[in-house]
């Protein structure tokens, strides 16, 4: 093997390992700013999943049962469905059917809720109580700011 062609095949082996280990990357936001830009947040369980082949990764939808709506109530009254990308890679959010509410944040497509990991998504019994009360007194009072 001539030089050159060795150091193609060292640069270009470099560079699809780069290509290989893409993954979802986001910055944390603060609740209050997740929040505040969000079409929708809603405190949900989740009651089922499918997987439905849209795009090249597909997407997950599961089925919730809507418990109380903080944000969003004029995009959509009422959410039966949470969409996702089914990849985690591509930021796609994995939830447990039947085990725990969840407070989640998304964005509204074509009339269907949209999230992902870099939305707001936290277990309900993992929020903490100031959390808690941000959400029903505190976080709508500041989007304007």
């Given at each position: 093997m001539t030089p050159w062609l060795g150091l193609v095949v060292l640069l270009g082996s470099w560079s699809l390992g780069?290509?290989?280990?893409?993954?979802?990357t986001c910055s944390p936001s603060h609740p209050q700013d997740a929040f505040c830009n969000s079409d929708?947040?809603?405190?949900?369980?989740?009651?089922?999943?499918?997987l439905v082949k849209e795009g090249p990764f597909g997407t997950?939808?599961?089925?919730?049962k809507q418990m109380k709506?903080?944000?969003?109530?004029?995009?959509?009254?009422?959410?039966?469905?949470i969409h996702t990308e089914a990849s985690e890679s591509l930021c796609g959010l994995k939830l447990e059917v039947n085990k725990y509410q969840y407070l989640l944040t998304g964005r509204v497509y074509d009339g269907?809720?949209?999230t992902g990991?870099?939305?707001?998504?936290?277990?309900?019994?993992?929020?903490t109580l100031s959390q808690r009360?941000?959400?029903?007194?505190?976080y709508h009072l500041g989007c304007n700011c």
């Open positions: 780069d290509w290989g280990a893409e993954a979802c929708i947040v809603i405190r949900a369980k989740v009651v089922g999943k499918k997950l939808v599961y089925t919730i709506m903080y944000r969003g109530f004029t995009k959509m009254p009422h959410v039966q469905y269907k809720m949209y990991l870099c939305n707001f998504v936290e277990r309900w019994d993992q929020l009360k941000g959400l029903n007194y505190r």
